[in-house]
């Protein structure tokens, strides 16, 4: 047999090439279900770290049905909502949002092209008083994604976990593997006033600065990997915009009852909502976490 | 089992190890040798993916055009290591492995090893002993990573498997073990041994 002859060479080729397409298609179809399970339960573990449940190892631990298990005994709302703020639907049972779905949001929030529609994005509200909310964007090699948690505030960031698909081992993929890089999250107050809600630049931000008060919504890049730095940048910008509304309307009025200049301008508002105020404000100290954070700005 | 079939099997286990003496692979052996356990299961995807990729272009060797033998091999390759990946996600056990090794276990695919072992093996004999080549040279592979693998778990971690060893005397783990430039060192001892042992790999002066 001519093996070298032209119209053999193309029929081979083809044939192999539709052989092995079609092997690929149906073993990714029969075994999509067990992966979907397990990227499931890796969103769990990825969100329960981000609301401090623990640390993801020690999370992973953790067979895929305790980890629904732990999520569905520690959930205490799940919603998605529109980039105005407004409740759209509940999310009933153990419902979260793969990467998947966070990349159509992702272009909805965008707009453009690739919209599907409006964005509805989806808040997550922990037994523990911490909002987790999701990330999702471009880095140097692949899609990035992750979970920022927040206080029963809704201003200040409890803690923060991220993935991703193809960045560079060791450098890119430190957003990841390097528990310090995400626990700089930790107490961060993003600015969702303006549109550069946070910021990851070289060298970050001293915390407090000069005992002010002011935001800061600035942390450490990581070094030798500026792109994925950036792209998780412009992530965390995308989306903690699209939640601005949200969270802004969810804080608590303490300004109202504890910072009476801050109030001034808003003074009728403030009246109106006067009583959930102060319930708000006791809620805080039975808690401890806003007598804590007193403290802390006295110190 | 014949002469020369035990010879396909142990040559590259030692004689002719695939990274000590072909240097080939280095790469994933830097970079999947901090934890024991990454190491084995990329020992055994690369296993699997080198004997049943040998075995499939040996049965094809004599249907194979000359002129794309290498993209036939290719999309061979690369169908074999997207089912190991697959499969891979699909377990509860070895779906953090799996997300632990991200791009290396794709990337298995440029492991020169395997199509190295195609091109030179498995399109010029039989399909047995090409699938017996594939796999020992994929163990030959997987041993060198093991071994690297488990000094720097213990040396770096302290631990192997997972499991504290070191730590509970005290040891302090030390980071540039868990470092890509340690595993290049280490590799480096084992070909000095290996030379040592075996006189002919060693030049004429």
């Given at each position: 047999m001519n093996t070298n002859n032209n119209v053999y060479t193309i029929v081979y080729t083809t044939l192999i090439v539709v052989v092995v397409a079609a092997l690929l298609a149906f073993v990714s179809q029969s075994l999509k279900e067990r992966q979907d399970a397990n990227e499931k339960a890796e969103t769990i573990s990825q969100m329960l770290t981000s609301a401090?449940?623990?640390?993801?190892?020690?999370?992973?631990?953790?067979?895929?049905?305790?980890?629904?298990?732990?999520?569905?005994?520690?959930?205490?709302?799940?919603?998605?909502?529109?980039?105005?703020?407004?409740?759209v639907r509940e999310l009933e049972g153990v419902d979260v949002y793969s990467p998947k779905a966070l990349k159509r949001q992702n272009y909805n929030i965008k707009g453009g092209a690739n919209a599907t529609g409006t964005a509805e994005i989806p808040v997550f509200k922990f037994k523990n008083g911490r909002t987790v909310v999701?990330?999702?964007?471009?880095?140097?090699?692949?899609?990035?994604?992750?979970?920022?948690?927040?206080?029963?505030?809704?201003?200040?960031?409890?803690?923060?976990?991220?993935?991703?698909?193809?960045?560079?081992?060791?450098?890119?993929?430190?957003?990841?593997?390097?528990?310090?890089?995400?626990?700089?999250?930790?107490?961060?107050?993003?600015?969702?006033?303006?549109?550069?809600?946070?910021?990851?630049?070289?060298?970050?931000?001293?915390?407090?600065?000069?005992?002010?008060?002011?935001?800061?919504?600035?942390?450490?890049?990581?070094?030798?990997?500026?792109?994925?730095?950036?792209?998780?940048?412009?992530?965390?910008?995308?989306?903690?915009?699209?939640?601005?509304?949200?969270?802004q309307a969810n804080a608590p009025a303490k300004e109202c009852c504890g910072n009476q200049e801050g109030c001034e301008g808003n003074h009728e508002g403030c009246e109106g909502d006067h009583e959930n105020c102060e319930g708000g404000h006791e809620g805080m100290h039975g808690e401890g976490e806003g007598h804590h954070h007193h403290n802390h700005m006295e110190e | 089992m014949n002469a020369k079939l035990k010879e396909t099997i142990l040559n590259p286990i030692f004689k002719g190890n695939p990274i000590t003496v072909l240097v080939l692979g280095i790469c994933s052996s830097l970079a999947v040798t901090v934890t024991l356990k990454g190491a084995l299961v990329m020992a055994l995807s690369v296993i699997v993916v080198c004997g049943i990729s040998s075995l499939?272009?040996?049965?094809?060797?004599?249907?194979?055009?000359?002129?794309?033998?290498?993209?036939?091999?290719?999309?061979?390759?690369?169908?074999?290591?997207?089912?190991?990946?697959?499969?891979?996600?699909?377990?509860?056990?070895?779906?953090?492995?799996?997300?632990?090794?991200?791009?290396?276990?794709?990337?298995?695919?440029?492991?020169?090893?395997?199509?190295?072992?195609?091109?030179?093996?498995?399109?010029?004999?039989?399909?047995?002993?090409?699938?017996?080549?594939?796999v020992a040279n994929g163990a030959g592979y997987g041993l060198i990573l093991i071994i690297v693998a488990f000094f720097r778990e213990l040396l770096g971690s302290g631990t192997l498997f997972g499991i504290d060893i070191l730590n509970r005397f005290g040891y302090v783990p030390n980071n540039l073990v868990i470092l890509p430039p340690f595993a290049l060192i280490l590799l480096g001892c084992i070909v000095w041994v290996q030379r040592s042992i075996q006189k002919d790999l060693q030049e004429d002066k």
């Open positions: 401090q449940y623990g640390t993801k190892a020690e999370l992973d631990k953790l067979s895929n049905k305790d980890k629904l298990a732990k999520y569905a005994d520690e959930i205490e709302k799940a919603f998605v909502i529109d980039t105005e703020g407004n409740v999701p990330i999702y964007g471009a880095g140097l090699w692949g899609p990035i994604w992750g979970y920022i948690s927040f206080e029963a505030d809704n201003a200040t960031i409890a803690g923060a976990y991220f993935d991703h698909e193809s960045e560079t081992a060791g450098l890119g993929a430190k957003i990841k593997d390097d528990p310090s890089f995400q626990a700089e999250f930790v107490g961060e107050k993003p600015d969702f006033g303006s549109a550069n809600v946070f910021d990851i630049v070289k060298g970050g931000a001293p915390k407090e600065a000069n005992g002010s008060s002011v935001l800061d919504n600035k942390i450490d890049a990581i070094s030798g990997a500026t792109m994925t730095s950036q792209g998780l940048d412009a992530a965390i910008d995308t989306w903690l915009a699209a939640y601005a509304k949200y969270f | 499939i272009l040996s049965l094809l060797r004599k249907t194979i055009p000359g002129r794309v033998r290498i993209i036939v091999q290719l999309v061979v390759v690369a169908m074999m290591v997207i089912l190991v990946d697959q499969v891979l996600k699909s377990f509860e056990a070895t779906y953090a492995i799996d997300k632990q090794l991200s791009v290396y276990i794709g990337l298995i695919i440029t492991n020169c090893i395997v199509m190295g072992r195609i091109e030179a093996f498995a399109l010029g004999n039989k399909p047995w002993p090409s699938f017996l080549d594939g």
